[in-house]
């Protein structure tokens, strides 16, 4: 066997599985068999083979992220394809998709297979490349998507906009459906998003000051609101178009960074309708809420929303209405952040935040937390022999210690962008090693 790996003395989680006590031999890049205790005993004496006592620590299948910016081409300052992808196996991730509001943007087959091909030679993560659903985002051309195949662009968006025409709209989600490409959209009503602007600015005027007063902090927080209900409305009015758009076209519609109640619900009900709708939400969505914490480093859109909002999102994760957890990885430099650009990294806490909040406080189960994070996202993207813990899968796994607790210092970040609304936080579940192909790529031993 070549590059053959023992794991043994470890718990075996995936979507279907908890097994203790148990081993899994990776040989070639892929699952090999998972050893009785009569095979195992052989193959602890085979010095061919390396050996990892796991120590009663957990291994699951590693993640993968539906959504993801390595900001590669020209926004490189930010991150490039070589730290997101640092960034990734540190978080446990093989296999990230990644958004193309780059410069140029991405809207070709030809630019999205540049950048898979670079992460392929790093060989930390694998990263599919999702392709701007209007050519350069000009909100009406859809031609270049005629020329797509499915297996090399799964994805198309516009996230970090969206399609202002209905009809261009339409058009791109018609021809989508006809190559079987998912359709992942970035939902918000320009115009509403548009009118927050001034309200943000404003706040963030006030927030930037060295010596802001406590009613400015007041004035500042009452902007912020103004903004994210504007912001909420944007969302919810682009939800409700896009999944009645999807329903006409018979797409497979994939809502990004669902936030408000609101939007599970029109998710659920289109569902119900035969419209074939998936939809992630983020950790930092679930993790805290807009109330509780504002402030100039944790803009994000779509922002941090109410406390009811947030149960709504944990609920909705926890019952299974909600199909997958996603990063929305997002990272600026410190000056881009000081001038309120939206987003923050988040590759490198997203297991062990969704592990705190939803396994240790609500009670949700470890295996419900891999499906969300490996098995689900593996089934939308078509990732046949990925997301689960089986012979013949794809050697994808990541080493958790999920009791032990850390604290978020985003300076330690591999990723370039060092901020993160959990600054500070203590979170359990660490990243002991990530597997991708049968090989360590990340390692904290």
């Known amino acids: 066997m070549q590059n053959a790996v023992l794991i043994f003395n470890a718990r075996l989680v995936d979507a279907n599985t908890d097994k203790k006590n ?22 602890l004496n085979d010095d061919s083979i390396s050996k990892l006592d796991a120590k009663g620590l957990c291994v699951l299948p590693s993640f993968i992220d539906m959504h993801s910016h390595f900001r590669d081409p ?11 992808s640092s960034a990734a196996a540190a978080g446990g991730f093989s296999t990230c998709v990644l958004m193309p509001n780059t ?47 499915q297996k090399k662009v799964p994805v198309i968006s516009e996230d970090g906009k969206e399609v202002c025409s209905s009809s261009v709209m339409l058009e791109a989600m018609k021809i989508a459906a006809k190559k079987k490409i998912v359709v992942s959209c970035h939902c918000e009503d320009s115009f509403l998003a548009e009118s927050a602007r001034p309200f943000r600015k404003a706040a963030l005027e006030l927030l930037s000051k060295e010596n802001i007063s406590p009613a400015e902090k007041k004035e500042a927080a009452n902007n912020l609101r103004k903004a994210d ?3 909420a409305c944007a969302e919810d009015t682009a939800t409700f178009r896009n999944l009645r758009l999807a329903k006409d076209a018979g797409c497979h519609i994939h809502l990004c960074h669902v936030s408000t109640a609101a939007c599970v619900e029109a998710a659920k009900k289109a569902r119900q309708e035969g419209v074939d709708v998936t939809f992630e939400i983020t950790p930092h969505h679930i993790f805290m809420n807009g109330e509780k914490a504002p402030g100039i480093f944790n803009i994000v859109n779509p922002p941090l929303r109410s406390e009811n909002d947030r149960l709504a999102l944990t609920q909705a994760l926890k019952d299974g209405s909600a199909n997958c957890i996603a990063t929305d990885h997002a990272p600026h430099t410190a000056l881009d952040k000081k001038n309120g650009s939206p987003g923050f990294s988040g590759l490198e806490t997203a297991f062990s935040a969704c592990y705190t909040m939803l396994v240790k406080e609500h009670g949700m189960s470890l295996k419900k937390l891999s499906e969300l994070m490996s098995a689900n996202p593996a089934r939308i993207l078509g990732l046949k022999n990925e997301g689960l813990l089986k ?33 500070g936080k203590k979170l359990f579940g660490f990243i002991k090693e990530t597997f991708f192909n049968g090989n360590i790529v990340f390692s904290s031993l």
């Open 22 to 43: 148990a081993a899994v031999l990776l040989a070639n890049g892929k699952i090999k068999s998972f050893p009785d205790k009569a095979s195992l005993k052989k193959l």
């Open 74 to 84: 020209g926004l490189t300052q930010k991150e490039d394809i070589e730290t997101g």
């Open 103 to 149: 410069n140029p943007v991405v809207s070709s087959q030809e630019q999205a297979e540049v950048n898979n091909k670079k992460a392929f030679e790093f060989g930390r993560c694998r990263t599919i490349q999702a392709v701007s659903i209007t050519k350069n985002f000009d909100g009406k051309t859809v031609s270049h998507l005629e020329s797509l195949d």
């Open 229 to 231: 209900s504007l912001l």
């Open 391 to 423: 012979e013949g899968f794809a050697a994808n796994l990541v080493l958790v210690d999920l009791e032990r607790q850390w604290t978020v210092r985003g300076q330690k970040f591999a990723s370039k962008g060092k901020f993160t609304p959990l600054e």
